[in-house]
């Protein structure tokens, strides 16, 4: 072999070699490119992940204070309508007891209430029933229908009567104020005025029953 032919076979092993490892190069450059590529796009994407999370999340807190709020104020309009409705309804009521203090039947109901509290009341023992101011014009004739000593209360309560035995210190509170302040206590919003209206009608008035 020629000094030409050995450099000739020189020259083409050397730009061989140079080529295998310029191809080795660009493989593993391509490939630490690709990684690279890889944690770049798995970062941004978890990145975009967690930012659209906290984004999600702050909205849904946005609307869940929003809601709140909007409940709140659905409940205290509601509440302001309850009361409203339950004013009226009980002012309406109390109307009805006005017209129903002026029949006899009212006077039955005192009578039946002061022998009822007589009735719980042991030898020996103090009972004093008190009734309501504007009933004192029949003070006569319940004293006479039940023999008791009755006491006009200092003020009113609307009607009924309240009976005390004091030796065992028992409040027997029949009052139509007593009654009433249950009544609306235990008040349902949703029950209709008309049932209402027809329950003390039906009992003449009375809020006994």
Known sequence: ??????LQHFKEASLDSAREKSALEIREYKEALNKIYKEHKAS???????EIKTET???????????????????????????????????????????????PEYKDLLISQIKNAQSYVKPGEELIIYIDPADEPALEELTAATGAALSISEYSFLGGTRSIITDRHI????????????????????????????????????LNG
């Open 1 to 6: 072999m020629t000094t030409e032919e050995k």
């Open 44 to 50: 941004k994407r978890s990145q975009a992940e967690l």
């Open 57 to 103: 999340d702050h909205i849904k807190r946005e609307n869940n204070k929003s809601l709140s709020a909007a409940q709140l104020h659905i409940k205290r309009k509601l509440t302001r309508k309850h009361k409203e409705i339950t004013d009226k309804l009980f002012d309406e009521i109390k109307e009805l007891l006005t017209d129903y203090r002026s029949t």
């Open 171 to 206: 409040l027997m509170d029949n009052s139509f104020t007593a009654k009433l302040d249950e009544m609306k206590e235990h008040f349902n919003f949703t029950a209709r005025i008309s049932e209402i209206k027809h329950k003390y009608k039906r009992n003449g008035g009375s």
